[in-house]
């Protein structure tokens, strides 16, 4: 456990004084590191000398991509070649002072690297250690390589998500690294709680595939109960193109059913015994959603919207994340974060669920690699001239315009 006093905890920042070690690269370990940065951690990121792969995964602006920039905020980057010795000592004396490590190591790899939690832990009893892989650190898929993309496939989300072309599509968007990253701050989270009486830490095993099978929740016990793949389950929700755009309608129970009939005119929907539950509509689903679509047609999307919140039923305009930005709502709740990240540029990104208040506003924009080598080690104790004879040794590398 991290020794020395620590600043009280507040609602804006319960985790002031916590010191997390992240190596991870991507997206889900990066992020789980971050959400503990945006509630007060100090999180140092130990990068490659190449970098976290995710600074060149897309289009890049300087030193990152969208990735990097949004899921690094509020870190320092410390630059150390585990390739050579004393990098990996380093390494090691940095864990013995922190209160959590993050690795994103294929299985075996830390331990390799003596870095393991066994053998960190025996000096620093007190470590919170998070193990973030593809398919866990144990299992006949624990050595396979895993991805957001691997992880829709296998968990069964891809299969729940066909597209127009009756094709199973994965999701448009990091879901799954995503979701774990936040499932791994949880786990942090309730470990830190448990921490606080038992005085010790521990290892903690979270993975993609896992985590996105836990977004299904309920559609697991559906395919097993159903014997296969289930019937639709709230017909006629779903997507509707207006003479304008595109839309989303939802229902919940049988009341919204007649509420939307009426709303558009087409009582008669309403009254047809096709069409009478929820169960029926699934098996008489390719009669009624081509007259629900000529219908939604006919109108642009703002005067349906009109119309159906009026007969309060669940409804709204399908954005783009541009879209979603420029709106009015978005903007009077705050609800996205703008920061000026060197050679980047204005970089936004949705404000973090629940935070106390608008502490992620002041955030340290994404690190420039090694950007803050010399700072870190200078605070663990390290001298200057050790210093720079690791930097000179390759063991360290400053970012230029970091603190020389």
């Known amino acids: 456990m991290a020794s020395?006093?620590?600043?009280?905890?507040?609602?804006?920042?319960p985790y002031r004084g916590l010191r997390v070690l992240d190596f991870g690269q991507?997206?889900?370990?990066?992020?789980?590191?971050?959400?503990?940065?945006?509630?007060?951690?100090?999180v140092i990121k130990v990068e490659p000398p190449e970098g976290d792969w995710s600074r060149y995964l897309g289009t890049t602006y300087g030193g990152h991509t969208t990735l990097s920039a949004v899921y690094n905020r509020g870190k320092r980057s410390l630059c150390l070649d585990m390739k050579h010795k004393d990098g990996i000592a380093?390494?090691?004396?940095?864990a013995k002072d922190s209160d959590v490590?993050?690795?994103?190591?294929?299985?075996?790899v830390a331990a390799r690297l003596g870095l393991g939690y066994e053998e960190l832990a025996r000096d620093n009893p007190g470590l919170i250690y998070l193990s973030i892989s593809g398919f866990g650190q144990s299992g006949p898929y624990s050595k396979r390589p895993g991805s957001d993309s691997v992880a829709q496939a296998f968990s069964g989300l891809v299969s729940v998500n066909p597209g127009n072309d009756g094709l199973p599509h994965r999701v448009g968007t990091t879901i799954s690294d995503v979701v774990t990253g936040v499932y791994a701050f949880q786990a942090i989270a309730t470990t830190l709680f448990a921490r606080a009486s038992t005085g010790t830490g521990r290892w903690i095993d979270v993975n993609l595939a896992q985590s996105t099978a836990a977004l299904l929740g309920h559609k697991v016990a559906e395919h097993?109960?159903?014997?296969?793949?289930?019937?639709?389950?709230?017909?006629?929700?779903?997507?509707?193109?207006?003479?304008?755009?595109?839309?989303?309608?939802?229902?919940?129970?049988?009341?919204q059913y007649?509420?939307?009939c009426a709303a558009i005119g087409r009582e008669d929907l309403a009254s047809d015994p096709r069409f009478a539950d929820f169960a029926r509509r699934a098996d008489s689903v390719d009669a009624l959603i081509p007259q629900l679509r000529e219908v939604f047609r006919t109108q642009p999307t703002e005067a349906w919207l009109t119309r159906l919140h009026a007969a309060d039923v669940i409804a709204e305009r399908i954005h783009n994340p541009g879209e979603w930005l420029r709106s009015p709502h978005v903007e009077a709740t705050r609800a996205a974060v703008c920061q000026d990240t060197p050679g980047v540029g204005l970089v936004y990104s949705p404000r973090t669920p629940g935070i106390a208040s608008l502490s992620e506003d002041n955030l340290r924009p994404a690190p420039d690699i090694g950007q803050d080598s010399v700072e870190v080690l200078l605070a663990a104790g390290f001298d200057r001239g050790a210093i720079d004879d690791l930097i000179g040794a390759g063991a360290v590398r400053q970012a230029k315009g970091g603190q020389a």
């Not at 159903?226 to 049988?254: F, H, I, K």
């Open 101 to 108: 490590l993050i690795e994103g190591f294929r299985p075996g």
């Open 4 to 13: 020395g006093a620590k600043p009280p905890p507040t609602h804006e920042a």
């Open 258 to 260: 007649k509420r939307l």
């Open 224 to 255: 097993v109960l159903e014997g296969g793949t289930p019937r639709a389950l709230n017909v006629p929700a779903g997507t509707y193109q207006s003479s304008d755009g595109w839309m989303m309608v939802t229902l919940v129970n049988e009341a």
């Open 26 to 42: 991507g997206i889900a370990s990066p992020y789980c590191a971050m959400l503990l940065g945006v509630y007060g951690a100090d």
């Open 90 to 94: 380093i390494a090691q004396r940095l």
